[in-house]
């Protein structure tokens, strides 16, 4: 069992992000664009000269890991190559090597992330049908990741991707995952997803938490992003005066989002407190498909006033503090918002989107650029990649919907 990620590497490299353009990999890819920098590595578009089908490659560097984190970097393409036998799961096709470098090449997702889709595009909130379907595709991601033992430990709508105008969603960034059950990395993921048992480490020696019950609870806060375009709370902890109310009376969350008396009673099942009480995959799929209506539609209404009894204790401003934009959902229809004051805690906010602790080599949101590229100083030629041998003949119509996979991608080698 490995145990606790090991701290990020800094992403030092000789050459810098876009040195890499023009470059042909496999002499079939060649990288023709960025499509986001993190901390953890580079994902750029590349194009198949021969067929010109797009393809996202994820440079993973090389230079400053030590053996650990090398192993964490080999983990999450195992475990991503595993997952994805699932349709929706964002495939990995081959894995190409170089000797600074380690390039996953996976399918483009043209459209975005779900982050960018709820609040760039406008998808999803006010459409109960499109939400609830996407909802669906992202829980049966997860019970197959669950049934053939991965934990992503990082759900959220940045590493949901989108295609097909907002039918098909994809669960991508395994930078997280694990095979352990049990696990001891409390803080791990990101923390407006986090469950209340993964927040802090208690004072107990060897205290663990179930990895499975976390991903629900994850699943959760991202049904209330599809619905209503924003996060129940800032964090599952006592600290949080909203989660505060939440716990004092599971009805307060039908007191501030306009979700139906169906969706409330969904979410109160997911939101338990008591992981061992919470609600199974396979039982909220059953609840989701059965559900008649997951919102109110009071899109076109003022915010309710801030209750004054028994929640005079609750921060008007954290409430207000997580509502969407100005501006109104662009589909399936022009409705004004239910909450109208922006902050840096909506989820439409850039500052909203966040990073996740714990992280060995993760390119973080998707595709989404989140750290702006600086000059590296000197520029270097792009090296003549003169790769050879085999890479992984995987693609999707060789895809084995619900069946196990225990093969470990190899890599081309020089």
Avoid at 53 to 71: M, W
Wanted: proline content about 10%.
């Amino acid at each position: 069992m490995l145990l606790t990620p090991p701290t990020s590497p800094q992403l030092t490299t000789c050459l810098a992000p876009e040195d890499r353009l023009g470059c042909v990999l496999a002499g079939r890819l060649e990288l023709v664009s960025i499509l986001g920098i993190g901390a953890y590595g580079v994902v750029y578009q590349a194009v198949d000269i021969l067929t010109n089908i797009p393809y996202a490659v994820k440079a993973l560097p090389k230079a400053g890991l030590d053996s650990r984190q090398r192993r964490f970097q080999r983990r999450e393409i195992a475990l991503h190559h595993q997952a994805s036998q699932h349709p929706n799961v964002v495939s990995l096709l081959r894995i190409l090597d170089s000797p600074d470098c380690t390039f996953v090449v996976i399918e483009y997702c043209p459209e975005g992330d779900l982050f960018s889709n709820i609040t760039e595009q406008g998808r999803f909130v006010g459409d109960d049908q499109l939400a609830k379907h996407a909802f669906l595709q992202i829980l049966d991601a997860v019970q197959y990741c669950h049934s053939v033992g991965i934990y992503h430990r990082d759900l959220k709508p940045e590493n949901i991707l989108v295609t097909d105008q907002g039918h098909t969603v994809k669960l991508a960034d395994f930078g997280l995952a694990t095979t352990d059950a049990v696990t001891s990395d409390f803080g791990c993921g990101s923390t407006f997803y986090m469950s209340p048992e993964c927040q802090q480490a208690p004072a107990r020696p060897y205290a663990r938490y179930a990895a499975a019950p976390n991903d629900v609870w994850s699943l959760g806060v991202i049904l209330v992003n599809l619905t209503c375009g924003r996060n129940p709370w800032k964090k599952a902890s006592p600290d949080d005066s909203t989660f505060r109310a939440f716990l004092r009376d599971p009805q307060f969350l039908s007191s501030i989002l306009p979700i139906s008396p169906e969706l409330n009673m969904i979410l109160r099942r997911i939101f338990e407190c008591d992981p061992t009480k919470r609600i199974t995959l396979q039982e909220l799929r059953e609840m989701i498909i059965s559900c008649p209506r997951l919102t109110m539609n009071s899109y076109n209404t003022l915010p309710p006033s801030p209750p004054q009894t028994p929640y005079d204790y609750v921060d008007s401003l954290d409430c207000a503090n997580m509502a969407l934009p100005p501006s109104p959902p662009a589909s399936p229809c022009p409705h004004q918002p239910f909450q109208s004051q922006p902050s840096e805690w909506s989820l439409f906010e850039p500052a909203s989107k966040q990073g996740s602790s714990c992280s060995s080599l993760s390119t973080d949101s998707g595709y989404e650029s989140e750290l702006p590229y600086t000059d590296a100083g000197q520029r270097l030629q792009p090296p003549v990649f003169n790769f050879y041998g085999n890479v992984i003949p995987l693609h999707d119509h060789e895809k084995a919907y619900y069946t196990p996979s225990n093969f470990v991608p190899t890599v081309a080698a020089f």
